[in-house]
């Protein structure tokens, strides 16, 4: 059945915090149905695009064309808002491969504040981590999205054909190249929970005091840090590898901060990340990858448009 667009308008059930709030004062199946299934749908387009803002317009849309369907010709409504949802992401992907190419400096993933209970799903946290995203990063758009449907969200080849528009045996063999290709690039195995937090506690303390030293001993050889600042902040441009590099970076860019600097923990993207406040006000996210006990990826984001979902806990779900 060919989805039907709708300027239906009445209330934006596209936003909120997923608590289900709203669904009484005989709210329709339709909008029952978007809502039961909000998280996931915002997860997917999440997943697909990077980009917590685009995520939320493409609900926006999915909402619209969902408001004009038949349901009694759905045959499985979560299904089919999953087909939607990618549908309008694939879309709106394209887009974004248009809007990075002229990006200032390293583009990042728009980072979000996550609950406890997406970390302790394994498999989500793992395919929402910066070091994961950058990675699906390099995929094209129909591998994106073949790989995100099945090994994330686990949806059949024949669901995944009909919402990439090809057919169950090439969406198998596109299935198989992303896997092989991501498996290539994917990171190393992370460590338990409280080892995490442990180096975590290390890196924090070596850069809230400047110990250059400290932050050695903790930083992995080959250790990474990439930075968007987006044109508006000053980040680096290019990636800075080694520890070496890196530590002295830190400590130097640390050291010319003229405001009072505050570092906290917390869970970005379902993985350990220190977020900065200058003065009291949100500066900078840096998420931390930790690999065999060593710091391995450091992923800081200043961009300024892409800190607004670091208010609230951003729910995820598969």
Known sequence: ???????????????????????GGGAGPATEDFLTHRNLLFTVAYEMLG???????????????????????????????????????????RTLGRRKESYVGSWLPEPLL???DVAEDVELADSVSMAMMLVMETLAPTERAVFVLREVFDVGYDEIAEAVGRSPSAVRQIAHRARAHVAAR????????????????????AVETGDLQGLLD??????????????????????????DKVARLLQGGLRK??????????????????????????????????????????????????LSHMEREIPLRR
């Open 51 to 93: 980009s917590a803002a685009d995520a939320e317009d493409v609900l926006q849309e999915t909402w619209m064309r969902w408001a004009g369907v038949d349901l009694a010709e759905v045959r499985d409504r979560r299904a089919y808002l999953v087909r939607i949802t990618t549908r309008q992401a694939l879309t709106r992907l």
């Open 257 to 306: 901060v003229p405001a009072a600097l505050t570092l906290r923990p917390a869970l970005v993207n379902g993985g350990p990340a220190l977020v900065l406040h200058l003065d009291g006000e949100l500066d900078s996210v840096l998420a931390v990858r930790v690999d065999d006990g060593l710091v391995t990826g450091l992923y800081a984001v200043r961009n300024p448009e892409k």
């Open 1 to 23: 059945m060919t989805v039907i667009g709708s300027r239906h308008q009445g209330a934006d059930v596209t936003s909120g915090d997923g608590s289900g709030g709203g669904r």
């Open 218 to 243: 903790v930083l992995a050889p080959d250790v990474v840090l990439l930075g968007d600042g987006g044109g508006i902040k000053q980040a680096v441009l290019r990636p800075v590898v080694g520890a």
């Open 114 to 116: 996550t609950s406890p």
């Open 186 to 205: 994917r990171p190393r195995g992370a460590l338990s929970p409280q080892r995490t937090r442990h180096v975590l506690d290390a890196f924090r303390r």
